[in-house]
């Protein structure tokens, strides 16, 4: 079992191996995102339900509005449904397509076609700019708990400890960075992108999991000092042009590709990109796999993850604890298709009972 | 033990003597427990608060539960999700718990906020002697104001709150039974009569 106290031993350990030099001669691999070309993608995702009672399905959208980035496209749907509608969410904005089929559906399908444009990103952290400030509404949505990710007590402890000595909002946020880099680890054995639940994580020590519970728990701990940020939850959509292999997608079927990214808001610079959570996943997963901290791979995938991403992925949106329309039931992210039959929610980390398949291919060449 | 001292006895003295004397002995049993053991019942903690939070949930395909019928014996609520890794190992020793024979106290398994369809395949995999509850939408998880994964409550067989741990715990060990052990074995006399209600 482990404890708090073993976790917080483990940090130590962690934190002095990244304090550790890197062996002379080490090679810094390159993996540098810059804002360069707009890339052309189209997502399909295809859904068919089992016919055992009255089914709905809901399907995330492209709906993040960040023209630094990503560039919606359209989206279009083949379906037997009864009825097909583009449900926006008033708190946060993100979109999804609702699918109500009439009872007696022998075989509930639908094909979702969205189309978008993606570019990398990377801020100048060493340059302030003019950027308009954040509005008060959003600098508010993006302070605020959620169900999985409270922003007091242990978590901000936590907080104000990986930011001690610190004082501006670049430095905490990075300070918070690299703790989440050298005290949480990725585990392959969690299902899908993880829960999010960043109380128990903290609380239990088992600071394991994949996207959703790393990088839900840097966003948490970051907004516990005051510092406005949000998960983004989407898709990998392209095999990384670095040649990160655990940064990218393997074919053009991406229906376990889900990921979730992070950003957080700083004055003079605006949204900046980071995604701890894929810099253990390159510790883990990039070739030859369980690399070290000090592995060059790992030094530049670190280096570029506070500050840059690659434009590879897709950000459906940036909600929290959203009930699906026409439900009664609530999911804490929308990342996945969604589908009820006959009142009970579909397990959307099985794609091969509930089922559905998702593909990328890109339109520029 | 100056930590058992505080809340827990605020505000007793207006249940009257009777509800007071009880809480000193069960307080008394646990701090001996604490003090006298090490491992696992180190995290067991005397819950301080004078009445159990309602729940009355759905079960993995079976009917559905209401605690305040299971007047009678000691249970066990444990919060839990298949995803939490400590919650799976707490799991096995809870159904062993469970398997150890008539003095075990009812075992309400809830789990939080997962699709009835991944908690039915977890227990596929594992299956347990005791009944599932589902948390669908954290409510329960809020009205007992869990804040983490796992936790779990002992009330008494008069289902009074006893203990409570926000650690993982191996049920089986020696000082775990102690502090269950500990618990009132007679039942109140408000309550003879009563019929159990097995889960």
Request: net charge neutral; glycine share 8%; proline share 7%.
């Amino acid at each position: 079992m482990i404890s708090r106290r073993d976790m917080l031993k483990t940090g130590a350990c962690a934190a002095a191996a990244v304090a550790l030099p890197r062996p002379a001669g080490a090679q810094v691999a390159a993996f540098a995102p810059k804002p360069g070309a707009w890339r052309d993608f189209e997502v399909t995702a295809r859904l068919e339900l089992p016919a055992n009672g009255k089914a709905q399905a809901w399907i995330p959208l492209p709906s993040m509005r960040e023209d630094k980035w990503i560039k919606r496209g359209k989206s279009g749907w083949e379906t037997n449904a009864l009825s097909a509608e583009i449900v926006r969410d008033q708190k946060y904005g993100s979109e999804l397509l609702h699918l109500v089929f009439k009872d007696g559906e022998t075989a509930p399908r639908v094909e979702v076609r969205s189309g978008f444009s993606l570019r990398d990103r990377a801020e100048d952290l060493a340059t302030k700019s003019v950027v308009p400030a954040l509005g008060e509404a959003d600098r508010k949505l993006y302070l605020e708990a959620t169900e999985l990710m409270p922003t007091d007590g242990i978590v901000r402890d936590t907080a104000e400890k990986a930011a001690a000595g610190k004082t501006s909002d670049l430095d905490r946020a990075r300070a918070i960075y690299e703790w989440v880099v050298a005290n949480t680890f990725r585990d392959a054995k969690t299902r899908g992108c993880g829960t999010g639940d960043v109380a128990s994580m903290l609380r239990t020590g088992n600071l394991s999991g994949k996207c959703a519970d790393l990088n839900a728990l840097y966003v948490a701990l970051v907004r516990s000092v005051g510092i406005p940020a949000r998960d983004i939850y989407g898709i990998r959509v392209a095999p990384s042009k670095f040649g990160y292999k655990s940064l990218g997608t393997g074919s053009d079927v991406i229906t376990k590709a889900q990921h979730c990214r992070a950003e957080i808001w700083l004055d003079g610079y605006g949204w900046v990109a980071t995604d701890p959570a894929d810099v253990r996943k390159v510790v883990l997963e990039e070739p030859p796999g369980n690399n070290t901290l000090d592995d060059p791979k790992v030094v530049a995938a670190r280096q570029a993850l506070f500050g840059a991403w690659e434009g590879n992925w897709l950000g459906y949106n940036a909600a929290h604890d959203l009930v699906l329309p026409g439900s009664n039931h609530k999911v804490g992210f929308l990342m996945y298709p969604q589908a009820e039959v006959a009142g009970a929610l579909l397990d959307c980390l099985d794609p091969d009972t509930f089922k559905y398949m998702i593909k990328s291919t890109e339109l520029t060449a | 033990m100056a930590a058992v001292k505080a809340p827990e006895f605020r505000g007793a003295h207006r249940l009257g003597c009777r509800l007071e004397s009880f809480r000193r002995f069960l307080l008394a049993a646990v701090s001996l427990i604490v003090v006298s053991t090490s491992g696992a019942a180190d995290e067991f903690r005397p819950w301080p608060t004078e009445t159990a939070p309602e729940l009355v949930l759905s079960q993995l395909d079976g009917p559905g539960i209401d605690l305040a019928a299971l007047r009678g014996k000691p249970v066990i609520v444990h919060f839990f999700a298949t995803w939490c890794a400590p919650c799976i190992e707490e799991m096995a020793s809870l159904n062993a718990l469970a398997a150890a024979g008539k003095g075990s106290p009812v075992i309400l398994a809830v789990s939080v906020g997962e699709v009835d369809a991944r908690v039915r395949n977890f227990f596929r995999d594992r299956p347990v002697a005791f009944p599932i509850l589902l948390d669908r939408d954290r409510s329960a998880m809020r009205t007992w104001q869990v804040e983490g994964l796992p936790t779990s409550f002992v009330l008494d067989r008069d289902l009074r709150p006893a203990l409570k741990t926000v650690e993982p715990l191996d049920w089986t060990s020696p000082s775990v039974a102690a502090a269950l052990a500990a618990l009132p074995s007679t039942p109140p006399k408000s309550n003879r009569g009563e019929k159990e209600t097995p889960p």
